[in-house]
Antibody, heavy 122, light 113 residues
Framework: QLHLQESGPGLVRPSETLSLTCTVS??????????WGWIRQSPGKGLEWIGSIYYSGTTDYNASLRSRLTLSMDTSKNQFSLKLNSMFAADTAVYYC??????????????WGQGILVTVSS | DIVMTQSPDSLAVSLGERATINCKSSRSLLYSSNNKNTLIWYQQKPGQPPKVLINWASTREPGVPDRFSGSGSGTDFTLTISTLQTEDVAVYYCQQYYSTPITFGQGTRLEIK
């Protein structure tokens, strides 16, 4: 059964870098069938797609975050990761990792992690 | 970017009554390759991630009760709950997958009157 779990700090100081990891079980992130994505949810902006990554390393980033964002994948650990630098208060949100629908991009997100609340504060 | 606008922002409906949520996109979501609309509806309950209800604008996901239905084409879409149940209290979102950036509606909060 597919399971996604986000991990990382719950508190980040302004101007620092957020690093989050999504650990996947039940399916290989190396599968050619799926893209893997990050979405965040804040009270002010609702649901926002951050970006997605494919097993080949191909990435697609939301242009609004592209200058600060790096997505990567570690197939040996069955994980994919997010780094968002120069964090500021407006980046406070619940961050979700998710799987794209099979054989489709963009498609929709058919499985989600439970989410991790990240607060940006000094 | 394709802008998704939902209406209303919140809705209170009596148990057993019909609930209707609208979603409008800033451009057509009709995908020419399969003549289907690239629009999905999610349901989100407190403390949980969104759950897929309807894909391709009108196809119910397996396991979703048949009181949920989706309709519409092009730029205007509707999620209908035919007879509201207590467990349907949630926030509902539409999302377009015609192109990136993937974009979502702002959400509609559904409550019991």
């Amino acid at each position: 059964q597919l399971h996604l779990q986000e991990s990382g700090p719950g508190l980040v100081r302004p101007s620092e870098t957020l690093s989050l990891t999504c650990t996947v079980s039940g399916v290989s992130v190396s599968s050619s069938a799926y893209y893997w994505g990050w979405i965040r949810q804040s009270p002010g902006k609702g649901l926002e797609w951050i970006g997605s990554i494919y097993y080949s390393g191909t990435t697609d980033y939301n242009a609004s975050l592209r200058s600060r964002l790096t997505l990567s994948m570690d197939t040996s650990k069955n994980q994919f990761s997010l780094k968002l630098n120069s964090m500021f208060a407006a980046d406070t949100a619940v961050y979700y990792c998710a799987r794209h629908r099979e054989w489709a991009f963009p498609g929709w997100f058919d499985s989600w992690g439970q989410g991790i609340l990240v607060t940006v504060s000094s | 970017d394709i802008v998704m606008t939902q209406s209303p922002d919140s809705l209170a409906v009596s148990l057993g009554e019909r609930a209707t949520i609208n979603c409008k996109s800033s451009r057509s979501l009709l995908y020419s390759s399969n003549n289907k609309n690239t629009l999905i509806w999610y349901q989100q309950k407190p403390g949980q991630p969104p759950k897929v209800l309807i894909n391709w604008a009108s196809t119910r996901e397996p396991g979703v009760p048949d009181r949920f239905s989706g309709s519409g084409s092009g730029t205007d879409f509707t999620l209908t709950i035919s007879t509201l149940q207590t467990e349907d209290v949630a926030v509902y979102y539409c999302q377009q997958y015609y192109s990136t950036p993937i974009t979502f509606g702002q959400g509609t909060r559904l409550e019991i009157k």
